[in-house]
């Protein structure tokens, strides 16, 4: 269209697209490089440091490794101070038990002593029964115990002694104070409680008792045949 009423038209020279494009990359890298320099001013005024930062950050780092270090080494230090108790403590407990044998190796070398003694003849003075041994210990079933007792006969020896023995054994049961004789006192002769002897003669056996039951003491008494009084009484404690 020609005339007044034409539009009008503009003429300019062709731009390349990158070149359009050139100015807002740069300004927008400028935008973002002012903004980094503003974040760091930022930290900076605000006392944070990057490279303080991260050289505090290193030292942490090479304390916490030291640390470990020492750990492990004080680790191993107390397994082999565990180790050297562990062994200590077990020469400990063999020497314990190893005193405990010589100490009861002791005892019974006292008491076969004594017994060997009242082996000997003792000129002409009239024999008797003594007790050279009675122990009472519990056993590891519950409420089972086990006597033991030595008998030996004294002086000229010119008979055997023949008789029984019986046990009375003190209990505690419910609180109240209890006997038990062994054997019954129906059944005195019962075999395992007959005497027959010259020189010595050994009695061991085991008796039970109810559940909570407390043994105390138990007593040996001795009867030669035709006696009703016993010609010795002998009492131990229960161990």
């Not at 049961?173 to 010259?198: E, H, I, T, Y």
């Not at 001795?222 to 131990?236: C, R």
């Amino acid at each position: 269209m020609f005339g007044i009423a034409a539009p009008r038209v503009a003429v300019r020279t062709a731009m390349p697209w990158y070149l359009r494009w050139f100015g807002p990359l740069v300004l927008g890298l400028t935008v973002m490089l002012l903004s980094r320099e503003a974040f760091d001013f930022g930290k900076r005024f605000a006392g944070f440091n990057q490279n303080e930062v991260e050289s505090e950050l290193q030292k942490l780092r090479e304390a916490n490794a030291s640390m470990q270090q020492e750990l492990t080494q004080l680790r191993g230090q107390l397994a082999q101070g565990d180790g050297q108790r562990q062994i200590e403590r077990a020469t400990y407990n063999d020497l314990v038990k190893q005193i405990k044998a010589l100490a009861n190796e002791n005892s019974t070398i006292k008491e076969d002593l004594v017994f060997f003694q009242t082996l000997m003849p003792s000129g002409g003075k009239e024999g008797g029964v003594t007790a050279s041994r009675f122990l009472l210990q519990s056993e590891t079933a519950p409420g089972e115990y086990r006597y033991q007792l030595l008998l030996t006969q004294t002086g000229q020896r010119s008979k055997d002694f023949v008789g029984n023995v019986q046990f009375v054994v003190n209990l505690l049961q419910d609180n109240k104070k209890m006997v038990m004789a062994l054997p019954s006192d129906g059944n005195k002769d019962a075999q395992g409680f007959k005497l027959n002897f010259r020189l010595y003669q050994r009695l061991d056996g085991t008796f039970r008792v109810a559940p909570g039951t407390v043994v105390n003491s138990i007593q040996a008494r001795v009867f030669e045949n035709g006696a009703s009084q016993p010609i010795l009484t002998q009492t131990a404690n229960a161990s």
